[in-house]
């Protein structure tokens, strides 16, 4: 029964995992595993939920999420008509991938970057080429990116897991010379304080991602956008299709964005801060942390498996990686194997770190 299932899928979905990353789990006391808002989610989205109408569940919320369009526009600094918005940023990635490469087509993305670029390439029957990230800056490789000829380029930045910036140098190379459409994913950049969404639409070629999930704290409700010309914007909701995103979240969206980027704006600024701390904290301990411009930071370190294990038996969840390509000295000499921790409040890092200097010692 089972293997007869398994014949009738599409051949190419064999080998694409179901994704399962490393270190995620929720019975910790303390998860530091994903890259979320550890202080919480904004107070006037939890109010809009709190009070929902009855209508909001009962009934449809607009095709394409076209209320949240305007605020969304005003906050990213471009127009309504260059807004697609999605079930989270990775709703947005994975209609943009099929949007603009047909099967066969190739989507080059830095290694390592965000693992769902390389499993929704080819849950939609493309081709992902992966180019490492090279020196003690995780500098990105524009030109081996370019020197893929992809109909499609990934960037990252703040680049998850690693941490780092893309350089303008690299971004800019990529635009300039890309041959179809380029994605930059700025999941952080409240983080960074860099954008690139407010020349995206001028550029004609490119898209960029952002998200309620990170800085706002709202990531179980699940929308994402993407900012790029009404043109592209319009391809993405073909491949998307209608009523992506739930008629709730577009409340507790829309109340954020009228009332609560304050409390974002405060939010990013204590885990910029701690960030800073954990980074120095890291060094004393004598590991060698990437230069982080987002709200976690990543530590390739051997034995980073049985690090992150003791970690979990004492209570504290971390995110695992293992066999990470790349040609940066600090990866190399950990054999591919980092930890990637979230910043939140101070009283939760100091417990992550005094439990991951207890599992060095
Ligand atoms: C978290 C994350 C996303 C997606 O988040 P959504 O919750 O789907 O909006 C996209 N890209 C990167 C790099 C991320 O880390």
Redesign the pocket.
């Given at each position: 029964m089972t293997t007869a299932m398994i014949d009738l899928a599409r051949p190419d979905y064999r080998d694409i995992p179901v994704y399962s990353p490393l270190g995620s789990d929720a019975s910790c006391a303390v998860d530091v595993s994903d890259?979320v808002n550890l202080w919480g989610a904004p107070p006037s989205a939890l109010r809009a939920l709190v009070e929902l109408p009855a209508d909001a569940v009962a009934r449809y919320g607009a095709l394409y999420a076209t209320g949240l369009k305007a605020p969304l526009a005003a906050y990213a600094g471009v127009a309504p008509d260059q807004i697609v918005i999605g079930c989270?940023?990775?709703?947005v990635?994975d209609c943009a991938l099929r949007a603009f490469g047909e099967p066969g087509a190739t989507v080059a993305h830095p290694a390592p970057s965000?693992s769902?670029i390389p499993a929704y390439a080819r849950a939609n029957g493309m081709t992902p080429a992966a180019v490492p990230l090279a020196g003690d800056d995780y500098a990105v490789d524009a030109d081996g990116l370019l020197a893929t000829g992809a109909r499609v380029i990934y960037l990252?930045s703040p680049n998850?897991p690693t941490s780092t910036r893309t350089s303008r140098e690299a971004v800019l190379r990529v635009v300039e010379r890309a041959p179809g459409l380029v994605i930059i994913?700025e999941?952080?950049a409240e983080f960074a304080g860099e954008s690139y969404a407010a020349q995206a639409a001028g550029w004609g070629r490119v898209l960029v991602?952002r998200?309620?999930?990170?800085a706002f704290g709202m990531?179980g409700l699940?929308v994402?956008y993407g900012v790029g010309a009404a043109s592209i914007v319009r391809e993405i909701e073909k491949a998307r299709g209608p009523y992506k995103t739930t008629a709730p979240a577009e409340r507790a969206v829309a109340a954020a964005l009228a009332h609560d980027v304050p409390w974002m704006q405060s939010r990013v600024r204590d885990a910029v801060a701690n960030r800073e701390r954990l980074l120095a904290a890291l060094r004393a301990l004598g590991l060698r942390p990437a230069p982080s411009a987002a709200n976690f930071v990543f530590v390739p370190t051997p034995g980073a498996a049985a690090l992150a294990r003791r970690m979990r038996e004492m209570g504290v969840a971390v995110r695992l990686f293992t066999g990470l390509p790349g040609d940066v000295p600090a990866l190399r000499d950990a054999n591919g194997e980092a930890l990637r921790l979230a910043v939140g409040p101070w009283e939760t890092m100091q417990t992550v770190l005094d439990v991951l200097e207890e599992a060095l010692g």
């Open positions: 890259t989270g940023s990775d709703d990635l965000f769902m990252c998850n994913d999941a952080y991602t998200t309620m999930s990170k990531a699940r994402g």
